[in-house]
DNA sequence: AAGCCCGCTGAT
DNA sequence: TCAGCGGGCTTG
């Protein structure tokens, strides 16, 4: 008998177990197991789920202490060779648990769920009478039930004296959903002869066997059977057990569709998309991980040359994935690439349920389809001969996870690019300064579409400056410009977008006569006014409330909500153009799924005038009527405290302009600003990227920021002030003391937001060119002092190029 | 992470 | 003397 010894990381995200544990494989699974299979396995005292991630003969642990695999969960094993290999390069280079990274590569119904069930070993009558009425009738109970009720105590006793036994269990998610069917006989004279056995008064019952009888061996829906002979479910079922037809089980997949596929042809290329297309094709006809910025313009045919180049994969027989920065808030993008490639696209995004995410998961696995369009999660997507990535809008923030595994889709593209030796885009109008920096440099390929498409041209730009407006006396939010330009637009029947810049800037309640803001009690952060529901919530921690009717401070009645949000420019819009027809896309209006897509769709065809909306309307909007795009705010977001602010800005009001006048009617955008002569805001007006990187970059040198320096942001977290603060000196002596002389560290200092989940938090900013200590020097870290920190109930979190400091 | 063992404390 | 608890250790 040969000896089969799995090695498993177990599905517990702590230090000391972050490694493979040996696990002997019984016979049984000989044959079953494999590499990247997932098994149910005794850790401990429990039984947990882990990963087989090798597979070998024999064991340096001694046999009194390996114990067997319990089960093995899969039929296909579900992480591949590559995955395995990324998983370990992710750990190292994010710094996370090996089993964080893997869980990561997978759809979330593949993750287990822990429960834990008291057996009953004897009888009912033996156990204390205050546990009896949780067991049900085979012997078993849930053990939450008995925490509820405050009972461990008495289980506890009931265990040592042998009453009960208390299992813990692997649930796995029901995943694979199953329809009911029915399948005829086959055997058509088996169907005669049951047919004459049937009785006479049973009429409608020889009526269905004689329909069946005609149809040997077909498989039916059980309702399309009832449809077709105008029988109940009753006589079907009689049938059934006659030995008619019988019942199968069929898989499945759940359709996250809602609308038809129309297929689109492609379009014919201009000069410069031609150029872009045939650099990556030629790539990938040589086989190189070859990674090109394809920056283009608002409206120059990006999506294309995206198009074009899949074709090239599909002819090829490989596979591409295409990532979006959140692919619910842009329908119409993937509409894009399910019309032009149909059933061979799966979609990946936030919208779905667990099992639909799980459904399009499956089919990439099984090969079913041949591109992935989907948000950030998706460039695990589990190919197998991967020829192309690209990532649309390369410079959102949305690619980059902001909890552990804390990677940048970016780097998990360039690493599959090599390990699948084929090429990535990375496409924007408005590249991230890093980018457009190592296109410089001759590390990626940079490829520029300068026309539009079809030759439309830039919309005008104009910038408005608010406070000539103030000293006009003219305090609405609207300046005579905008508004004139949004009536005339009403009366030639076009659409407006109107985009309100709320980053880091919403409706808050105020106190009028102490200046008292209302927080949230868990953290250092002003409550969010909901009108809808008339509360204030926090959107960090969830905490929600009743508006005050009385300041808490000093119970004024002068308390008040501030601040604009979308709400308040809808009534002030109603009030200026009581005749036009609005539609409002805020955090509000989309809480459903779906709605995004329903209020597109309805602004698409013409159903409102005005679009009125924040950051989620930026994108991928593309309608030939819309040909006024107002900027209400576009200072926000340039005065937060942090060093993208700017990049941000400029990124967002060139985003916002592209969506006026795409198609044949030329576009006008007004931007309203206090700050008109900001260079993010000048610059942005014609579009002027190069010179905005220019300008950025020399802000950029001048403060040590990226790309010139590199980020790591190390945070230290405790209920306590002073803990947090100590921890966060100590953590930050440590790093002085052991990094180069060259490496500077900021800090410690209070995190942006000092208190989250009524912890307090400080953190140090570490800036450096090349350090190859740094990797080395934080783990030793984290040995040194992970058991002091755990007993001490301080958390230290790790961030290699955070994407918000 | 979480159960278990072992040693310490304190009341019997 | 032993229950009750907390820290440290182990998990294959």
Request: net charge negative.
């Given at each position: 008998m040969t000896l089969v010894v799995a090695q498993v990381i177990v599905d517990v995200a702590a230090y000391p177990v972050d490694r493979p544990f040996d696990y002997l494989v019984p016979e049984e699974w000989h044959a079953l197991i494999e590499v990247g299979s997932r098994v149910k396995v005794p850790f401990g005292p429990r039984n947990v789920l882990g990963f087989v991630v090798a597979l070998q003969h024999d064991t340096e642990v001694p046999m009194n202490k390996i114990k067997p695999v319990t089960q093995v969960l899969d039929i296909e094993p579900v992480l591949t060779e590559e995955m395995l290999e990324m998983a370990k390069w992710l750990k190292q280079q994010t710094i996370c648990y090996e089993i964080d990274a893997l869980q990561a590569m997978l759809p979330s119904a593949l993750r287990a769920k822990y429960e834990k069930i008291v057996h009953l070993c004897g009888e009912i009558e033996d156990v204390p009478k205050p546990l009896q009425p949780f067991f049900n009738r085979n012997g078993k109970a849930d053990f939450k039930n008995f925490e509820k009720a405050g009972l461990l105590h008495e289980l506890k006793a009931a265990v040592k004296d042998g009453f009960v036994t208390i299992e813990n269990s692997v649930k796995q998610q029901g995943a694979v959903k199953e329809i009911r069917k029915v399948q005829i006989n086959q055997d058509r004279k088996k169907l005669e002869k049951i047919e004459s056995e049937i009785?006479?008064?049973a009429q409608k019952q020889k009526q269905l066997v004689q329909w069946m009888a005609e149809r040997p061996g077909q498989v039916f829906l059980p309702d399309e059977v009832c449809s077709e002979t105008g029988v109940t479910m009753a006589v079907l079922q009689v049938v059934i057990e006659k030995g008619a037809a019988a019942f199968i089980k069929e898989e499945v997949y759940r359709d996250p569709f809602t609308k038809d596929i129309v297929k689109t042809d492609f379009l014919k290329l201009t000069d410069e998309q031609e150029t872009a297309l045939s650099a990556i094709t030629g790539a990938m006809d040589a086989q190189v991980a070859e990674t090109f910025l394809l920056q283009g313009i608002t409206g120059s045919g990006k999506t294309e040359v995206y198009l074009q180049a899949i074709q090239h994969t599909l002819q090829e027989g490989k596979e591409s994935i295409v990532l979006v920065p959140e692919i619910s808030l842009t329908p119409q993008m993937t509409e894009r690439f399910r019309s032009r490639f149909g059933e061979l696209v799966a979609v990946m995004h936030s919208g779905l349920s667990v099992g639909e995410k799980y459904d399009e998961w499956r089919k990439v696995q099984q090969g079913k389809v041949k591109v992935v369009v989907g948000a950030?999660?998706?460039?695990?997507?589990?190919?197998?001969?991967?020829?192309l990535i690209i990532l649309d809008e390369e410079h959102e923030s949305t690619y980059k996870q902001e909890d552990s595994p804390r990677y940048h889709a970016r780097d998990v593209a360039i690493w599959r690019s090599e390990y699948h030796k084929c090429p990535v885009i990375l496409g924007s109008a408005t590249p991230s300064l890093e980018s457009f920096a190592r296109a410089k440099k001759g590390v990626y390929t940079l490829l520029t579409l300068k026309k539009r498409a079809m030759n439309q041209n830039l919309p005008t730009v104009h910038i408005v400056d608010m406070r000539e407006e103030l000293k006009l006396g003219n305090r609405s939010m609207f300046s005579i410009q905008l508004a004139d330009a949004i009536r005339e637009r009403l009366a030639k029947k076009e659409q407006t977008v109107l985009f309100l810049n709320r980053r880091g800037y919403s409706s808050f309640v105020l106190c009028r006569d102490c200046g008292t803001v209302v927080e949230c009690p868990n953290c250092d952060i002003s409550l969010t006014y909901h009108r809808f529901s008339e509360k204030l919530k926090c959107h960090y921690c969830g905490h929600e409330e009743y508006v005050p009717?009385?300041?808490?401070?000093?119970?004024?009645?002068?308390i008040r909500f501030f601040g604009t949000g979308t709400q308040k420019v809808e009534e002030e819009l109603h009030k200026l153009f009581p005749e036009a027809r609005v539609l409002r896309m805020d955090v509000d209006t989309t809480n459903k799924k779906g709605a995004h897509e329903t209020i597109l769709d309805a602004f698409g065809r013409g159903e409102a005038d005005i679009l009125l909306g924040t950051?989620?309307?930026?994108?991928?909007?593309?309608?030939?009527?819309?040909t006024l795009v107002g900027v209400l705010s576009a200072d926000t977001s340039l005065h937060l405290p942090d060093y993208r602010s700017a990049e941000r800005t400029f990124q967002l009001l060139t985003q916002v302009s592209g969506r006026a006048g795409r198609h044949e009617k030329a576009g006008e955008v007004f931007v309203q600003t206090y700050?008109?002569?900001h260079y993010a805001i000048e610059l942005s007006k014609e579009q002027l990227y190069e010179p905005f990187y220019e300008r950025e970059m020399y802000v950029r040198r001048q403060a040590n920021y990226p790309p010139y320096y590199y980020l790591a942001l190390i945070q230290v977290s405790h209920e306590d002030v002073m803990m947090a603060a100590e921890y966060a000196a100590r953590a930050s002596e440590y790093l002085r003391a052991n990094l180069s002389f060259n490496v500077s560290i900021i800090g410690p200092t209070t995190a942006s937001i000092s208190r989250l989940q009524n912890r307090y938090r400080y953190q140090c900013l570490i800036k450096y060119k090349v350090e190859p200590k740094l990797i080395p020097v934080l783990l030793q870290l984290i040995k040194l002092y992970r058991s002091e920190w755990i007993k001490k109930g301080i958390q230290l979190t790790i961030d290699l190029d955070p994407s918000m400091i």
């Open positions: 009785s006479k008064r950030r999660s998706a460039i695990f997507a589990p190919f197998g001969n991967l020829g009717e009385v300041c808490p401070e000093c119970a004024s009645d002068h950051q989620m309307i930026a994108k991928g909007l593309d309608f030939p009527n819309i700050t008109p002569e």
